[in-house]
């Protein structure tokens, strides 16, 4: 750059420190989040086969006020090991809530997810867990490292009033297949769809043959077919003549879904969940603050946003 052009910026700076439009900047942020935890809690709130333990806790209003404390996070941790509290204030998970949940029947193969359960609610939501999670993430299985997975039949599914209800998830580590039985505001001119022991082998499970046995709906997703669907969810699975233009963001060919006729895959009832066991008032605080010291202009600066510090047993006030 020219010497000269150099010399005039200068003056420039200077001359905005001058007149006090560039200002010293001294800002700090902070707050605390109250939470009732089991600190004496000899057992997880939940054990999964895939050798993760959730332990529940609830996050609690403002300690200034009457706490009230009702809305559930879960600390997940490896089989045989304690909960370490202090770590809830950097990560926690809380994208279900455990009084709308159902188990229901899964198989998997060659996966360390497991399904937590089904929310029933408005959009019928199935939650998939496995270590490695980061809070929030939840995506289709290969692209999540995350290790949570959330999906729903709502976005794909052609009904007009209710949601298909999902009676079987079937997922390995790369693909999910859902089977979903019919509700009255589906159409009734739909198919009357494939029965899951007519595409996949299941390691016993005599005792679910007549679910296994019953011709229901299927939606598929897989890691590499996120992009093509919409909202990123399960396609209705439809038969290559149901569907001879090809397949949409909405709807797929059979001869499109993958199909691991030499695979087993092991059933499993999703555990039915506990009542939660945890405090009803705020035994622990997290701490989460920040200052930014610098310079910014007067009309353009940036406040700053805290971060977790530390969190520490709470006696009340």
């Known amino acids: 750059m020219n010497i000269v052009l150099v010399k005039f910026y200068s003056l420039i700076l200077l001359s905005s420190l001058l007149q006090g439009c560039i200002v010293p900047q001294f800002d700090h942020a902070s707050f605390d989040n109250y939470y009732a935890v089991p600190l004496d809690a000899e057992k ?91 809070k929030r993430d939840s995506h289709p299985l290969k692209v999540n490292s995350a290790g949570i997975v959330e999906i729903n039949l709502y976005s794909n599914a052609p009904c007009r009033v209710d949601d298909p209800v999902p009676r079987l998830v079937v997922f390995d580590d790369e693909n999910i297949w859902i089977f979903a039985e019919n509700d009255s505001g589906c159409r009734s001119d739909l198919p009357a769809g494939f029965s899951p022991r007519s595409i996949f082998n299941f390691d016993g499970g005599d005792q679910f043959d007549v679910i296994l046995r019953t011709p229901m709906m299927l939606f598929y997703i897989s890691g590499s077919l996120v992009g093509q669907s919409d909202f990123g969810q399960p396609r209705m699975v439809l038969r290559d003549v149901e569907l001879p233009k090809g397949s949409t963001r909405r709807a797929m060919r059979l001869s499109e879904v993958v199909q691991p006729m030499s695979t087993m895959f092991r059933l499993e009832l999703s555990p039915a969940l506990p009542i939660l066991s945890v405090p009803d008032h705020p035994n622990f605080y997290c701490h989460y603050s920040d200052t930014i010291i610098g310079f910014r202009l007067v009309w353009a600066g940036e406040n700053a946003k805290p971060s977790f510090k530390y969190c520490r047993p709470y006696h009340g006030k």
């Open 44 to 134: 997880p709130w939940l054990s999964l086969s895939n050798g993760l333990e959730l332990h529940a806790y609830s996050r609690c209003s403002d300690a200034e006020m009457q706490p009230k404390c009702d809305m559930p996070g879960f600390l997940v941790v490896d089989r045989a090991q304690k909960p370490d509290w202090s770590k809830i204030g950097s990560f926690d998970v809380s994208v279900w809530h455990p009084g709308k949940l159902k188990p229901i029947l899964s198989a998997h193969a060659n996966t360390t997810y497991r399904v937590i359960g089904v929310d029933e609610g408005k959009f019928g939501k199935i939650y998939l867990l496995r270590s490695g999670f980061v």
